[in-house]
């Protein structure tokens, strides 16, 4: 089974990874990426994309919840000063 990255038609600049597992009846997989950097991520992901169906579902997890502590930490932070004033510690 191996990963193929692809350009979608429909929409430019989303990337996809796809992997068709012939011994299971033909079952798909797919990973899809957005953004400035879908091509590279999509990439990457091809280069360690699991052959099991359960790796790759973790990994898929795992993935989105590394895209959600990235957001997270672009976000603004509050001082811990003025967290302390607010709850008046």
Known sequence: ???EV???RISPGMWRVESVNYELD???Y????SG????LQAKAYAAVAPTDREE???QIEDYMDLAEVRRRLSEP???W???KKELEL
Do not use: N, R
Request: aromatic share 4%.
């Open 26 to 28: 033909g079952e798909v």
């Open 30 to 33: 797919l990973a899809a990426f």
């Open 1 to 3: 089974m191996q990963p």
């Open 56 to 58: 790759m579902l973790e």
């Open 77 to 79: 932070t509050i001082p």
């Open 6 to 8: 692809i350009e979608d």
């Open 36 to 39: 400035p950097t879908a091509e």
């Open 81 to 83: 000063a003025d967290v």
